[in-house]
């Protein structure tokens, strides 16, 4: 099946402090998204992004599908961006379920 | 539009019971995924279904687990005769059909933590 690897596995930064987190896939994909799992357990949508860049706030995230890598960079982090950032692939067969990454856990500290 | 809704938030079992997990999709929204979070790991599929349908069973326990999605109602995980090693967050993700006008992308559930005593 398809293999998920994302790294940094774990990352600490200052508060203020920039990163890029990267998450490579094995096989084409027809769907990627990126979540941050919060240190209560809720995952939050972060961006859906098979292919090309998005930006929302602080975060933005690009997908080069033909290279099978994407990228979440986080800027100017705060505390509150700790958690665990997961990077969920659904292979190009059309299987519908997601094939989650190994996460990056991330502390920003004050 | 209120998200994905979980019930319970969290279930203890003793051993031998059996727990009942119910996801209520965003409206609008006709798939409903399952999976599981042992501790410190990633999510892992289980379970793939529409309205009455399922369609991708492939992660899910061969034995005691069971799954549904009625045309009425909340899409129901069960699992029987519960053991200790069930214990884990599930979670429930839904998402609308995809197509041209519309993508593929999940939401995710606040989760069920069950724990097994």
Request: positive net charge; charged residues 20%.
């Amino acid at each position: 099946g398809i293999q998920v690897e994302q790294s940094p596995p774990d990352l600490i930064l200052q508060e203020g402090a920039n990163s890029t987190l990267r998450c490579n896939f094995s096989d084409s994909v027809n769907n990627l998204q990126w979540f941050h799992q919060n240190p209560w357990g809720q995952l939050i949508n972060l961006f859906y992004i098979p292919s090309g860049t998005k930006q929302n706030g602080r975060l933005s995230a690009t997908t080069v599908a033909t290279e099978r890598y994407s990228l979440l960079y986080i800027s100017s982090s705060q505390t509150t961006d700790s958690g665990v950032y997961f990077c969920a692939v659904e292979r190009a067969s059309g299987t519908y379920k997601y094939i989650f990454g190994t996460g990056t856990r991330l502390k920003v500290l004050a | 539009n209120a998200g994905v809704m979980q019930n319970p938030r969290h279930l203890v079992r003793r051993r031998g019971q059996e727990a009942r997990l119910r996801c209520s999709p965003m409206k609008g929204h006709s798939h409903v995924y399952w999976y599981r979070q042992l501790p410190e790991e990633g999510l892992k599929f289980m379970v793939y279904l529409q309205k009455e349908n399922i369609i991708d069973e492939s992660g899910m326990p061969k034995e005691r687990f069971s799954a549904e999605f009625p045309k009425e109602g909340p899409s129901i995980l069960r699992i029987q005769q519960v053991v200790r090693g069930d214990s884990a967050a599930y979670f429930c993700a839904s998402s609308q059909p995809g197509g041209l006008e519309t993508s593929y992308e999940q939401y995710f559930g606040p989760g069920t933590r069950l724990t097994v005593t």
